[in-house]
């Protein structure tokens, strides 16, 4: 395959990359019982409604908080993607369990990409509009804040300065290197299209 054939295949992946990543963002909202009628969250759900549909028949919610449908979906679109690029790409069918752990490293990835990006906009907002009510912004404190209070409850804030962020960037670092980075490597060729 040329260069402009890779260069295609390439484009795809990030594409379905960001689509899982908008997957994610969906489970996360409701796992974290964010505003559903925020607007923010609204146009999540209407994006990603097409591919979660049929999975929500016989895939509910987990606890009221858990979509399971959503994860599934994630997954199967995410394995199949591997599937179908690497045979255009002309490689083959990889092994059903790299697969799998391919499809699984694309989720994690995903998680741990909305945590440090949404943890980002909050520190900012902290400094820039720490009262804002921007449907973005309140969506953004909503998303972040079950990861932050448990360790809000181990270090508390000194006086203005807040050092749970902090930590909690460091436990994503850890976590992106360590586990993703294990799945990556063991999902052998399908570990190429894992994250953005």
Known sequence: MGQLGNAGLLLVN????????????????????????????????????????????????????????????????????????????????????????????????????????????????SWVAPNASHPGALLVMQLVEPIMAPVRKVIPPLGMIDLSPIVVFIAISLIDGMVVGALTRAAGIAGALVGL
């Open 14 to 125: 990030t594409l379905i990359n960001i689509y899982l990543f908008l997957m994610m963002l969906r489970f996360l909202l409701q796992a974290s019982q964010a505003d559903y009628y925020n607007p923010m969250s609204q146009s999540v759900v209407k994006v990603t409604q097409p591919v979660v549909r049929p999975f929500q028949s016989f895939l509910g919610p987990v606890m009221g908080r858990f979509d399971m449908a959503t994860l599934a979906a994630a997954f199967v679109l995410k394995a199949v993607s591997i599937v179908a690029i690497l045979q255009i790409a002309g490689i083959g069918m990889p092994p059903l369990t790299q697969v799998a752990i391919g499809a699984v490293a694309a989720i994690a990835n995903a998680i741990l990409k909305i945590y440090f990006f949404a943890l980002i906009v909050m520190i900012i907002l």
